[in-house]
């Protein structure tokens, strides 16, 4: 089966500055994919980046990178130059291998709570 | 290009109801999910559908629930004899399958939040 584990309820970042969302996995598959989501108070889940298993570049999208560390089964995403605009829940998931039914559904950590201070 | 939209955004209930959401995908995705989040947890999968078909459906959806896609496009999740449990916020996410592409990202509404008086 495969779990998150997303170890900090809430993170507290002065505006402009980096911050690192931790997020650990567990799964005995090979293959498998990895995403951050945003969800504002509004509620809306943003899709932010997406890591591949075999992807040996680790993701960026703008502001957004994912430090994947595949020994260390751990994906955290960091954000660079914090917003206040930035602050909301942020969830970690995963996918199960291609072509697979674990690969239809996304499996959530519990989140961490990020507010950006000005 | 317009999002993934439900209806409604708020539903209050007494329990023993039957409520019913819609969910309409983005206009080009074949894969639409259900999903429940209760208050300080991730979002738990419900069900999925690859255009009219339901291929999966969670152990979580008990025989009070029931989802469809009638033509591949809008889906309906229908809860009979809603129980207090039940309150929660239910979001919808839809995906473009198209192999060899692989790992297209689902993308959510804002979902429906159900209270169960």
């Known amino acids: 089966a495969q779990k998150i584990t997303q170890t900090q309820p809430g993170m507290f970042v002065q505006e402009k500055e980096a911050v690192t969302l931790d997020c650990t996995y567990d799964?005995?598959?090979?293959?498998?994919?990895l995403f951050w989501y945003k969800q504002p108070s509004s509620g809306e889940m943003i899709f932010l980046i997406y890591q591949g298993s075999y992807d040996e570049q680790n993701a960026t999208e703008g502001r957004y990178s994912l430090n994947f560390q595949k020994a260390r089964k751990s994906a955290n995403l960091v954000i660079s130059a914090s917003q206040l605009g930035d602050s909301a829940m942020y969830f970690c998931a995963m996918r199960g291998p291609y072509r697979t039914q674990g690969a239809q559904k996304l499996v959530f950590g519990q989140g961490t709570r990020l507010t950006i201070n000005p | 290009d317009t999002g993934v939209s439900q209806d409604p955004r708020h539903k209050i209930t007494k329990r023993g109801q039957n409520v019913t959401f819609r969910c309409d995908p983005i206009?080009?995705?074949?894969?639409l999910y259900w999903y429940r989040q209760t208050l300080g947890q991730g979002p738990e999968f419900l069900t999925y559908?690859?255009?009219?078909?339901?291929?999966?459906k969670s152990r979580l959806l008990s025989d009070r629930f029931s989802a469809e896609r009638p033509k591949g496009s809008f889906s309906t999740l229908e809860i009979q004899r809603t129980e207090q449990g039940d309150s929660a916020m239910y979001l919808c996410?839809?995906?473009?399958?198209?192999?060899?592409?692989?790992?297209?990202?689902?993308?959510f509404g804002d979902g429906t939040r159900l209270s169960i008086l």
């Open positions: 996410a839809s995906s473009l399958y198209s192999p060899p592409l692989a790992n297209q990202p689902q993308h």
């Open positions: 799964t005995s598959d090979q293959s498998y994919g």
């Open positions: 559908f690859q255009n009219e078909a339901q291929l999966e």
């Open positions: 206009s080009e995705h074949n894969r």
